[in-house]
């Protein structure tokens, strides 16, 4: 065999197990001998990496699944010998470290949590200038019907 020939073979199965030696070319090049670094790793062997030999290639072609873990990137999962997106329920979204998380629930709008600051300061205000409830009352049903009015 042409040594391009076992390279591209060797570069193939090695991409196969889980060694992405790049482009499957022929070119024994710095990604194939890192996937063949890789693969002696992973499958716990002493391959020599500067060469893409026929040992190595029978080495290869004797595993028959996955040497090197799959390794799912931020949205994805694992899924046999492929990645899927992550998908999350209705209610849920996928937060930084790739799971689903419930949505918090919605904060008030900043104009209704004006309104009620505005409306107790009234109401602490009208505590203070009367003693009266029934003044208290009026005074606190005019501000709330002035503030309703000017937030439109």
């Not at 990137?73 to 799971?99: H, M, P, T, W």
């Amino acid at each position: 065999m042409d040594q391009a020939d076992i390279a591209r073979l060797l570069q193939a199965h090695l991409k196969r197990v889980g060694c992405n030696p790049g482009n499957v070319d022929g070119s024994w090049d710095d990604a194939s001998k890192a996937a063949l670094e890789s693969f002696n790793k992973n499958a716990q062997t002493k391959l020599n990496v500067q060469l893409a030999t026929l040992d190595a290639l029978a080495s290869v072609l004797g595993k028959t699944e996955r040497v090197r873990p799959l390794v799912a990137r931020k949205g994805q999962r694992a899924d046999g010998d492929r990645c899927i997106q992550v998908n999350c329920e209705s209610g849920y979204f996928l937060n930084s470290s790739g799971a689903c998380e419930k949505k918090p629930e919605p904060r008030p709008s900043l104009a209704q949590s004006e309104e009620t600051i505005i409306q107790l300061s009234w109401v602490e205000i009208a505590n203070r200038v009367s003693p009266d409830p029934l003044s208290n009352i009026r005074t606190q049903q005019e501000m709330t019907l002035r503030l309703s009015s000017h937030a439109q």
